[in-house]
């Protein structure tokens, strides 16, 4: 079956420093790929996404670029802000018959010191 | 647009109680969707609809029950609710799948306790 794996939490970074959050994937087929950003208190929204292989989503100074032959879609960003402390999702939709359904994986803490 | 709502935001349950969770989106989405938030976890999908009068079985539908009577609305039901149900509830929504998603649009949640 489809899975995604993050790399454990928390992440804990003084501002401006540089965010890695790995994420890995196995699916069959072609998936597409999100992160997802949970801020305290509210629900998930779309950070970026991709949908094939060597794409590179981008929003908000956060990249991440859909990697097949690694099967991952790491996401960074250069310099980060308090602002950014939040829950991170890595996401895949396999498509076809999936009816839009999301696999996610277990979410990154990320909390950001001034 | 108020995109997708949920009601209510907290509820604090009995073991036995039985309660029913209300979602809502004015989009004209045709899926939708409810999902646990555990620690650790990440997501988990409950139950979902491909469209009115249609439901499906997720991940974890065990001691739910759902119904979607009108396209706008998605309602997740527990008729006997357990301890092991005390989680964060999301409602989710999009428009038709198929060979790519655009993104689900997600309600802000509703933080169950069952004592």
């Known amino acids: 079956g489809n899975s995604v794996t993050q790399m454990e939490g928390p992440v804990t970074l003084s501002e401006e420093a540089f965010l890695t959050i790995n994420c890995t994937y196995t699916?069959?087929?072609?998936?597409?790929l999100f992160w997802y950003v949970q801020y305290p208190g509210e629900g998930l929204q779309l950070l970026l996404k991709?949908?094939?292989?060597?794409d590179k989503g981008s929003n908000k100074g956060f990249e991440a670029t859909y990697r097949k032959e690694t099967t991952s879609f790491h996401l960074e960003k250069g310099s980060v802000q308090v602002s950014d402390s939040a829950v991170y999702f890595c996401a895949l939709y396999a498509g076809g018959t999936s009816y839009g359904k999301l696999t996610f994986g277990q979410g990154t803490i990320l909390t950001v010191h001034p | 647009n108020a995109g997708v709502t949920q009601t209510p935001k907290f509820r604090v349950l009995k073991t036995g109680q039985s309660m029913t969770l209300l979602c809502a989106q004015d989009?004209?989405?045709?899926?939708m969707y409810w999902y646990r938030q555990d620690p650790g976890m990440g997501l988990r999908l409950i139950h979902y609809s491909v469209g009115e009068g249609t439901t499906a079985k997720g991940e974890v539908p065990d001691g739910y029950n759902v119904s979607r009577l009108k396209k706008q609305n998605f309602l997740l039901g527990l008729e006997s609710a357990a301890p092991s149900q005390t989680s964060v509830y999301f409602c989710?929504?999009?428009?038709?799948?198929?060979?790519?998603?655009?993104?689900?649009?997600f309600g802000p949640g509703t933080r169950l306790t069952v004592l």
């Open positions: 989710a929504s999009t428009y038709s799948g198929g060979r790519t998603l655009n993104e689900q649009f």
């Open positions: 989009m004209n989405h045709e899926y």
């Open positions: 991709a949908t094939k292989a060597d």
């Open positions: 699916a069959t087929g072609y998936p597409s």
